[in-house]
């Protein structure tokens, strides 16, 4: 079973940037699809990013493409998630996750890491 770890986290002013860590427990964190999601306030959890085995395909949701970039190392057993242009409502609870295929719906994904709050000002 793969534990995962986000760190990363924080408060920032809008325009900011932060970057995610996803640390992974075991060496086989080369065999899964990994992703990212996020869960806003009042809201259901959501795909924000998707990278493939090897690293040279990636997905990204609609509101943060151009602004997120997913990446993994996977020597290290982590992935990240640079995160620029930062905007309120990317405010929330990010969460990553692993997966045996390719795919950007959350119920495909089998492990979950404890989520990492988050937060934009205006």
């Known amino acids: 079973q793969v534990q995962l770890l986000e760190s990363g986290g924080g408060l920032v002013q809008a325009g900011a940037s932060l970057r995610l860590s996803c640390a992974a427990s075991?060496?086989?964190?080369?065999?899964?699809?990994m992703g990212w999601f996020r869960q806003a306030p009042g809201k259901e959890r959501e795909f924000v990013a998707v990278?493939?085995?090897?690293?040279?395909?990636?997905s990204y949701a609609g509101p943060v493409k151009g602004r997120f970039t997913i990446s993994r190392d996977n020597a290290e057993n982590t992935m990240y998630l640079q995160m620029n242009s930062l905007k309120p409502e990317d405010t929330g609870v990010y969460y990553c996750?692993?997966?045996?295929?390719?795919?950007?719906?959350?119920?495909?994904?089998?492990?979950w890491g404890q989520g990492t709050q988050v937060t934009v000002s205006s």
């Open positions: 996750a692993a997966a045996t295929f390719y795919t950007i719906s959350l119920r495909q994904y089998n492990y």
């Open positions: 990278i493939n085995l090897n690293g040279r395909v990636t």
């Open positions: 075991e060496r086989t964190f080369g065999n899964y699809i």
